[in-house]
């Protein structure tokens, strides 16, 4: 190995992790493994190069992840992670990835024009280069500006996996939005995030505690996103350590003193209360939203330990997509993307929605 | 006599980069280390870029985004000639020395503007709006804090601005311009809270589409941008080199240094400010803030003289 290959083995990967609805388990070890390595997740393609896809893409998915590769640039390498995959082999994946990178990656592709990273100008007069220009239209504010067709997701940094909002944009404001997912066809595998009630549904004796664990983690991998989008990565992390440790049985005396430090923390910011107040988001606003999530981790630590049986049939969460595209259509992007982060809509078993 | 002024001046002139170097090193490092990446982040992102191609999107106006990638280094610079603290004097001791400043760090609106536009691709785009919107919350009351220094020392030569400081640091004599400063040096270098322009919910925004040297460059540019706004804030607000023991050039780095760490601490303590809310609290609070203290100042100089 040359010098710039010793060099591209210390400089270390830029990971972009691909959610899909069934990756839930390998995402997690994912994200807890590339923090442990202290490598630096990228945002977007363009500066990653190293692609992990935590569980399977399917469809449509598929399509997209492979137009997420073809913009990449070389060096580059890419890794899937099946959606049962435990930490050794997440860990042992990852070294793989990062060995085959240092000795110049895979996949390498001649020059010539990359797709534009979610970037699709709609109608209008053609241009050289074959793309159409914006066309103009009135805006919410009674400006004429570039219309947009947009699709966010379903590749984006912090955002729930295999969710599409097919947006309509003029300048950052979002003038309409329909909502789909893709790669969800594969209904096969449980949601990992109801593990503990499917098993109890098959007959198997599970503590109430074990629930109420995992539900504790589902709210904060969700607070983990929506820290994230309301830009605040240094409490999204600190919400992403404690949804790992809740996941790792640790006992719950020593978690709720971590989750009171956390908590005190998110609710004593006012930074946070000014952005995310009166972001409608439904039944509530977007700081509603976060602090309800704050109080049910709270409360489901006080019964982590209750080892009554869990009863067999769970009380429906309810579905959160079909109130998306009306709350979405006026709002500007950040607060498009901290609605779709308050409520994290569950992209399992929505095989229905596309 | 003739020699030995050259030498010295060839001196300074080889010190800038290295200052600038260091003191943009400095906040990479500190970043980085704030964000769990460890010391050595910045050199090994730095490595992994030298060796990664360079894409681009499909049509995009790839002169405007050179010219935008490199607008911002430049800017940084620039600006750093007129503050930057090298002994008693700036490289460049120009007349209009604060004014200079102000010009270079305005250039940073074309530079990000150009960046996001170029790349022909709607995430930069709009974390290039997003930078516009946040240059008319921040650039009036950054411009009066700048004026009131100005009126303070009755001067816009920097080491005038600086001599004005021998009985009271313009930090304690005008504290408002001295916070508005410092929030305003966040949002020049869109760091921290003011980072929307490259929030990860806009995908790295206006960076969204830069790789490989661009990348390079612009991290560059933006880390030395920060390391410039912190250190101007010595000569303005912090008594310039003025300190017990040390000798002026070692104190004047210290305090940018403490005002550096100060700007990455604070960056990571709270959630971003989108600019649809802080808009109005900006122009509302800290603007009148601002004229109030920039009356009071004017008040004093004239009394005084």
């Known amino acids: 190995m040359g010098l710039s290959g010793r060099l591209a083995r210390w400089a270390g990967p830029r990971p972009l992790l691909v959610a899909t609805p069934y990756g839930t388990r390998p995402r997690l070890h994912a994200e807890a493994e590339i923090a442990r390595r202290r490598w630096h997740p990228a945002a977007a393609p363009a500066a990653a190069s190293l692609l992990v896809v935590c569980g399977l893409a399917t469809g449509e998915l598929a399509t997209a992840v492979a137009e997420v590769w073809e913009s990449m640039p070389d060096p580059r390498t890419r890794t899937d992670l099946p959606p ?15 060995a085959r990178l240092a000795g110049g990656g895979m996949g390498v592709s001649g020059g010539g024009a990359m797709a534009g990273y979610g970037g699709d100008h709609g109608g209008g007069m053609e241009m050289p280069g074959g793309i159409g220009m914006a066309g103009r ?22 955002w729930p996996g295999g969710l599409v909002v097919d947006a309509t944009v003029q300048g950052d404001v979002v003038q309409e939005a329909a909502v789909r997912v893709v790669g969800a066809d594969l209904g096969a595998d449980e949601p990992f995030w109801d593990e503990p009630w499917h098993k109890a549904q098959s007959g198997e004796r599970v503590p109430r505690g074990a629930a ?16 994230a989008v309301a830009g605040w990565p240094a409490a999204a992390r600190a919400a992403r350590t404690l949804r790992d440790r809740m996941l790792m049985d640790r006992p719950a005396a020593g978690l709720a003193a971590e989750f009171a430090r956390f908590e005190r923390r998110v609710r004593g910011s006012r930074a946070l209360r000014w952005m995310l107040r009166g972001i409608d988001a439904g039944q509530d606003d977007v700081l509603g939203y976060a602090l309800r999530s704050l109080d049910v981790v709270g409360a489901a630590l006080d019964r982590m330990d209750d080892d009554t049986p869990l009863p067999a049939n769970r009380p429906d969460p309810g579905s959160t ?9 006026g709002a500007e992007l950040a607060a498009a993307r901290l609605i779709v982060a308050a409520l994290d809509p569950r992209t399992e078993a929505a095989g229905g929605h596309g | 006599m003739p020699l030995r002024k050259g030498a010295a001046a060839l001196g300074v002139i080889l ?25 050595a982040g910045p050199l090994r992102e730095a490595a992994r870029l030298l060796g990664q191609r360079r894409r ?63 790349a022909n691709s709607f995430y930069p785009l709009v974390g290039g709006y997003r930078f516009l919107a946040q240059g008319l919350a921040y650039e009036l009351p950054h411009m009066f804090a700048l004026i009131t220094v100005a009126v303070g020392a009755g001067s816009l030569r920097v080491p005038e601005v600086v001599a004005a400081q021998r009985g009271l640091w313009f930090a304690v004599a005008m504290p408002v311009a001295f916070a508005v400063y410092l929030l305003s040096a966040l949002a020049m270098a869109f760091w921290g809270p003011l980072g929307g322009p490259l929030g990860v919910d806009v995908a790295g925004g206006v960076r969204a589409e830069l790789s490989g040297p661009d990348l390079l460059i612009f991290q560059a540019g933006r880390y030395a941008l920060l390391a410039v706004a912190a250190a101007a804030a010595v000569p303005f607000f ?16 210290v305090k940018a240094l403490a005002v550096l760490a100060l700007l990455v601490w604070a960056g990571r303590r709270t959630a971003g400010l989108r600019m649809d809310r802080f808009t109005e609290a900006s122009w509302l609070v800290l603007i009148p803030a601002m004229l109030l203290q920039l009356l009071v100042t004017a008040t004093v100089a004239v009394a005084a003289r």
């Not at chain 2, 290295?18 to 990446?37: E, F, K, Q």
């Not at chain 2, 490199?70 to 007349?95: H, I, K, N, Q, Y």
């Not at chain 2, 912090?238 to 780095?253: D, F, R």
Request: glycine share 14%; net charge negative.
């Open chain 2, 238 to 253: 912090l008594g310039g080199g003025a300190g017990p023991g040390l000798p002026a050039w070692a104190w004047t780095l």
């Open chain 1, 212 to 227: 109420e664990r995992r539900g504790a983690a589902e709210r904060l991998d969700g607070m983990g996103r929506l820290l």
């Open chain 2, 15 to 39: 010190a800038f980069p290295v200052v600038l170097g260091g003191l943009a090193l400095a906040a990479a490092v500190l970043d980085s280390r704030t964000r769990g990446t460890g010391w």
């Open chain 1, 84 to 98: 049962d995959a435990g930490p050794t082999e997440v860990s042992h994946a990852l070294d793989e990835v990062a």
């Open chain 2, 56 to 118: 681009r999107t499909v049509a995009a106006d790839g002169l405007l985004v050179t010219a935008g990638v490199c607008a911002l280094l430049t800017a940084a610079t620039l600006a750093g000639t007129a503050v930057l603290p090298l002994g008693e004097r700036p490289l460049a001791d120009l007349a209009v020395g604060v004014v200079w400043f102000n010009a270079m760090e305005v250039a940073v609106w074309a530079a990000l503007w150009l960046t996001g536009w170029g």
């Open chain 1, 321 to 329: 997509h079909d109130r998306l595209p009306a709350l979405l259509a």
């Open chain 1, 137 to 158: 239209g009135e805006d919410r504010d009674g400006l004429r500006l570039e219309v947009l067709h947009v699709p966010l997701g379903p590749v984006l940094a912090d």
